[in-house]
C-alpha cells in the first residue's frame, strides 16, 4: 500500500451517500485506495466524531477531512482538490 492515497467514505447506506461512492469510484486513480466505512457500526462512528464529521456523506483524504464536507456535499471539483484522482 505504499504510495498510495487513502480515501475514506463514511457514509449512512442512504441514496445521497451512494452518489458520493459513485463519484469518487468514477474519479479515482490506481493510486487510490477507497473505503467505504458504515456510519451504523460503533467504531465508524467514533472515528466520524474524532475527524469531525458532522454529517453524511463525508470523505477523508490521507487522514483529513475533504474541505467540501465541511460545508456541503461533497463535489468532484473540491475531491479532486483534496487529490482524489491523482497520482502520487
Known amino acids: ?3 498510495m492515497r487513502k480515501v475514506e467514505i463514511f457514509s ?3 441514496p445521497v451517500c ?6 469518487v469510484n468514477q ?7 477507497v473505503a467505504v466505512l458504515d456510519m451504523n457500526a460503533s467504531d465508524v462512528s467514533q472515528r466520524a ?3 469531525g464529521i458532522h454529517r453524511v456523506p ?3 483524504v490521507d487522514g483529513k477531512l475533504a474541505d467540501c464536507c465541511l460545508v456541503s ?3 468532484e471539483k473540491n ?7 491523482s497520482s502520487l
Do not use: F
Open 1 to 3: 500500500m505504499a504510495n
Open 12 to 14: 449512512a447506506g442512504c
Open 18 to 23: 451512494q452518489a458520493t461512492i459513485d463519484l
Open 27 to 33: 474519479i479515482a486513480c490506481p493510486s487510490c485506495d
Open 49 to 51: 466524531k474524532a475527524l
Open 58 to 60: 463525508a470523505v477523508v
Open 73 to 75: 456535499a461533497p463535489d
Open 79 to 85: 475531491l479532486r482538490a483534496a487529490g482524489i484522482g
